[in-house]
T-cell receptor, first 114, second 111 residues
Framework: DTGVSQNPRHKITKRGQNVTFRCDPI?????LYWYRQTLGQGPEFLTY????????KSRLLSDRFSAERPKGSFSTLEIQRTEQGDSAMYLC????????????FGPGTRLTVL | DAKTTQPNSMESNEEEPVHLPCNHS???????IHWYRQLPSQGPEYVIH???SNVNNRMASLAIAEDRKSSTLILHRATLRDAAVYYC????????????FGKGTSLLVTP
């Protein structure tokens, strides 16, 4: 298994454009998380899926943000009408429902909104 | 959510032991103590976790105070590759949870 992968690794966009990121979790991991990290800060939780069900959303996830995990495997995070404040690293993590529930993180997608 | 307090930064010499402290005075009886670290330009990675007893794995040791209000992550011999931000995180038991990272401790390792 190659771990959690995220694409693209970098995205530069103009304000007002829509962007979509993809996360491929470790196979057989049924939980998938999205986090956002700005410079000098720790990652902040955005949302969480168990299989295809989105079970929790942070208040940070404004209505411009939407996340899906249609078949309980890969997930997409879309940001509509991007703003400069959306510039950040977007991290995806997955875990398997066992007593430890350790989260394994991908390398992230760095978004720059001009 | 119970909060943790960590020093902003620490420095260590290479091949010396490192003790990274974490205070969590409002921890509840079912909260687990997790440590993750984030190397530069990478996503966070799991280091270790525990509930009440001290824990050891190939990466580190976790020493938990008897009253569970503090814990210490121990790196037995720091290497340059251990330079990272270390996060102490409490989680409410063994169900799915969002990690509350905070700012962590930035560890500098000097040769």
């Amino acid at each position: 298994d190659t771990g959690v992968s995220q694409n693209p690794r970098h995205k530069i966009t103009k304000r007002g454009q829509n962007v979509t990121f993809r996360c491929d979790p470790i196979s057989e991991h049924n939980r998938l998380y999205w986090y956002r990290q700005t410079l000098g800060q720790g990652p902040e939780f955005l949302t969480y899926f168990q299989n295809e069900a989105q079970l929790e959303k942070s208040r940070l996830l404004s209505d411009r943000f939407s996340a899906e995990r249609p078949k309980g495997s890969f997930s997409t995070l879309e940001i509509q009408r991007t703003e400069q404040g959306d510039s950040a690293m977007y991290l995806c993590a997955s875990s398997y429902r066992d007593p430890r529930d350790t989260q394994y993180f991908g390398p992230g997608t760095r978004l720059t909104v001009l | 959510d119970a909060k943790t307090t960590q020093p902003n930064s620490m420095e260590s010499n290479e091949e010396e032991p490192v003790h990274l402290p974490c205070n969590h005075s409002t921890i509840s009886g079912t909260d687990y103590i997790h440590w993750y670290r984030q190397l530069p330009s990478q996503g966070p990675e799991y280091v270790i976790h525990g509930l009440t007893s001290n824990v050891n794995n190939r990466m580190a040791s976790l020493a938990i105070a008897e009253d569970r209000k503090s814990s210490t992550l121990i790196l037995h011999r720091a290497t340059l590759r251990d330079a990272a931000v270390y996060y102490c995180i409490l989680t409410p038991g063994n169900s799915g949870y969002a990690l509350n990272f905070g700012k962590g401790t930035s560890l500098l390792v000097t040769p």
